[in-house]
Each structure stands twice: as structure tokens, then as C-alpha cells.
């Protein structure tokens, strides 16, 4: 493989590991930015969307757990990407509406270590419960062959590059629409601007006889439907775990948060990307390097812009 080839080879990767990122990073930023709430519990729900996925693609065999236990030999529907397209965002909302109604909200006005301690306390509970009932096995990738009647599966020849994974390309694509979705449903329609002022002064818009709590948890659903959408799309390339939302998921998602800036869509975007191409090269080319490389860069982004690439600088009077 020639350097260009190499080269363009690691942007491809880096576009679909920085997909990943970004939706795990938009999800985490718009929860943090709106409500000033740390939430370690993001990986769960990336965990909870791998799973939900996983099942909704495919039957699996249990080796052990509970639902073994019980005589429950296979779980699962078999229904397919489509399907799991739609569910497994549905889950993942409808988890995080009860998150932020039953854990996030008592803890608004704590201090951010209370925040960081119930939601991380919460992402082992469910990491805990998915080892006892479905049990600690590792389960492969699943990905479709085909997709409303196209073929999906296999390599494709791209100019420059060669032959790289059809499917790969088809993630990159799915994942930026859904983010360019979420960036204008944010941007351009009024519940984003309600959110937005809630942000500012959540009193006034009280005032206003706009019920900001309702605002609050529907944006709580919505980062925790990108997050679970994000653990369906890594499901269809890597192996599903119960450590997967720790160690796949939530590092990633605040290292967005750093380098794009707290609260930015944007800057999750371009953090996510940046960081999944760095690591794709490392990984490609020096791969015990690659998480090193990539706590490196937020190290020298903390240096330089404290405040992440698009996020604002407070100024106090």
C-alpha cells in the first residue's frame, strides 16, 4: 500500500470511528450544556443500544446468565438492521426520559461530584445486570448483507484506496445523516430555541409559561437516543460486551467533550472526527500507540484552549 493509499485509508477509518465519537459526544454535550449535568451513566446507554441492537438483529445463543438459567437457551428476533433503526433509539429515549426524570433530576442543584458518583454507581448497575441476565459472554459483530435491497456486505474498489469495507462507508453515511438531523432539529425549530433560553435563564422562560422540565427531559431522551443509536452501530462492526459502555464508550465521549468545547454540537463533531482519525492512523500504523496518541492530543488541547476548539470562555465581571 502506497503512502497516498494509507493515507486515504486512515480518513475513511477515522470518518467511521469519528462518527461514533461524534454521537456519542453530541449526546453528551447537549445534556451537559442544557442542564449542567455530568453524566458518567452515557456509556451504559451505549451498552444498553449494543445489546438492544444485538438482539434485535439476530437470535443468540446463552451460555450463561438468568435468563440460561431458566431454560432461555436464545434471545433475540432476528428482525434486521431496519428494525433495530427504529427500536433501538426508541429504548434508548425512553431510558434516558426516566434517567432524567428519576436520577438526573433530584441531583440539578448537587454539586458535580454528587452528579458524577449516582450516574457512574448507575452505569455498573446496569453493567452488572446485563452480566447476570444475559451473562459475561462475548457476542460478534452482526451486520446486514443487504439494505432495502442493496448490497451492503463485502469490499468495495474506491479511487486512490482500493478495496475497503462496503459496510463501513454505509456507517459513516447513516451516522452524519442522523447527526446533521440532530444539529437542525437543535438549530433551526423552536424547542431548540426553548432549550437554548432554558440554558440561559430557565426562570424567565418558567415565566413565560413554558414548562422547562418537559424541555429538560426530552433533552435528556435525545442524548440518550444518540448514545444507544451509537452502541447499534458499533455492535454491527466490533464484539459485544457488558464492559463495552465503560471502555468503548464513555472515555471517548468526554475526550469529544474536551476537545470540541462543553455544550457545542458542533465542536462534538469536529472532536469526534479529529479524534477518530488520530486514532485510526495510530492504530494503523503504531497501534499500541493509538489511546496514548489520543489522550496526547486532548493533554495539549487543555494547554492551549482550555475551553475546547468551539467552546466559549466565561467571563466573569
Do not use: C
Amino acid at each position: 500500500m502506497s503512502a497516498v493509499q494509507e493515507l486515504f485509508s486512515i480518513l475513511l477509518n477515522g470518518l467511521q470511528l469519528g462518527a461514533i465519537f461524534a454521537l456519542l459526544g453530541i449526546g453528551l454535550t447537549i445534556i451537559l450544556g442544557t442542564m449542567n449535568f455530568l453524566n458518567l451513566a452515557h456509556g451504559a446507554l451505549y451498552l444498553i443500544g449494543a445489546y438492544a441492537g444485538m438482539l434485535t438483529m439476530r437470535v443468540v445463543t446463552l451460555r450463561t446468565g438468568i435468563l440460561q438459567d431458566y431454560g432461555f437457551t436464545e434471545l433475540g428476533l432476528g428482525w434486521g438492521f431496519l428494525a433495530a433503526l427504529v427500536i433501538v433509539p426508541t429504548i434508548g429515549f425512553i431510558v434516558g426520559v426516566l434517567m432524567e426524570r428519576y436520577v438526573a433530576k433530584p441531583f440539578y442543584k448537587r454539586p458535580h461530584t454528587d452528579q458524577l458518583l449516582v450516574t457512574f454507581g448507575l452505569a455498573l448497575v446496569v453493567e452488572e445486570l446485563v452480566k447476570q441476565v444475559i451473562g459475561g459472554n462475548t457476542f460478534q459483530s452482526t451486520s446486514p448483507d443487504t439494505l432495502f435491497g442493496l448490497q451492503v456486505s463485502g469490499p468495495i474498489q474506491l479511487p486512490i484506496v482500493g478495496a475497503f469495507p462496503r459496510w463501513r462507508l454505509i456507517i459513516i453515511l447513516i451516522a452524519f445523516i442522523v447527526i446533521g438531523l440532530t444539529w437542525l432539529f437543535m438549530e433551526k425549530t423552536d424547542w431548540g430555541m426553548i432549550v437554548k433560553a432554558g440554558t440561559l435563564d430557565s426562570e424567565m422562560v418558567s415565566l413565560l409559561g413554558i414548562r422547562i422540565g418537559r424541555s429538560y427531559a426530552l433533552v435528556f431522551g435525545l442524548g440518550a437516543a444518540l448514545a444507544a443509536f451509537a452502541g447499534l452501530i458499533g455492535a454491527t462492526f466490533e464484539t459485544v460486551r457488558p464492559q463495552i459502555g465503560t471502555q468503548r464508550a464513555l472515555v471517548p465521549a468526554f475526550l469529544v467533550l474536551v476537545v470540541g468545547g462543553a455544550g457545542s454540537i458542533r465542536g462534538a463533531i469536529v472532536g469526534g472526527v479529529i479524534l477518530g482519525t488520530v486514532l485510526a492512523g495510530f492504530q494503523q500504523t503504531f497501534s499500541q500507540w493509538g489511546q496514548i496518541a489520543m489522550y496526547a492530543l486532548v493533554a495539549l488541547v487543555l494547554v492551549v484552549r482550555p475551553q475546547g476548539v468551539f467552546g466559549s470562555v466565561e467571563v466573569e465581571e
